[in-house]
T-cell receptor, first 115, second 115 residues
């Protein structure tokens, strides 16, 4: 069974540009979450999508957005990039079975560097 | 609200010795608790979870964790550490009674196992 796939693995962008990151969850998983990981802040929750709808949202500015497609694949977009957006962006998928608590499966992440 | 604390940024242990990585949590209801491990330039990998039942939970790679409700702790343990256990460890909590499906992660503890 294939794991969570994130593309690209590495990205270098210039301040003010925008970027789109992609995540393909494990087959059958309908919930996809995005996290930002930085050395100083640890793992910060961005948003979660379930069945193409944003179900939860963290405390990030509106420059950060996402979406989920009918095949559960998800993308996140960051517009008007700032130096502080440099981070490892992690995607996680869960099976999200009603009545069952399931663990998250993480992709390897996309390392974004803003220069 | 839910929160989790990992009081140690770094834990050092000699190979062959027992290891403990500490985690305390705060939830309004009952907790779901998780441990994940992250190797350099990789995503997080699930180690174990506590949902209900036996307070001692066994997980992958010989790790186990003990749920202590009175001390609101969920410490990760291993009887004999390996150099290959060196990695970043994250504890996560989700409030069983909360409406959110999103766990809160600790800031991580770097485990260094010396040969």
């Amino acid at each position: 069974k294939a794991g969570v796939t994130q593309t690209p693995r590495y990205l270098i962008k210039t301040r003010g540009q925008q970027v789109t990151l992609s995540c393909s969850p494990i087959s059958g998983h309908r919930s996809v979450s995005w996290y930002q990981q930085t050395p100083g802040q640890g793992l910060q929750f961005l948003f979660e999508y379930f069945s193409e709808t944003q179900r939860n949202k963290g405390n990030f500015p509106g420059r950060f957005s996402g979406r989920q497609f009918s095949n559960s694949r998800s993308e996140m977009n960051v517009s008007t990039l700032e130096l502080g957006d440099s981070a490892l962006y992690l995607c996680a998928s869960t099976m999200d079975l009603q009545g069952r608590v399931t663990e998250a499966f993480f992709g390897q992440g996309t390392r974004l560097t803003v220069v | 609200a839910q929160s989790v604390a990992q009081p140690e940024d770094q834990v050092n242990v000699a190979e062959g010795n027992p290891l403990t990585v500490k985690c305390t949590y705060s939830v309004s209801g009952n907790p779901y608790l998780f441990w994940y491990v992250q190797y350099p330039n990789r995503g997080l990998q699930f180690l174990l979870k506590y949902i209900t039942g036996d307070n001692l939970v066994k997980g992958s790679y010989g790790f186990e964790a003990e749920f202590n409700k009175s001390q609101t702790s969920f410490h990760l343990k291993k009887p004999s550490a390996l150099v290959s256990d060196s990695a970043l460890y994250f504890c996560a909590v989700r409030d069983m009674g909360g409406g959110s499906y999103i766990p809160t992660f600790g800031r991580g503890t770097s485990l260094i196992v010396h040969p």
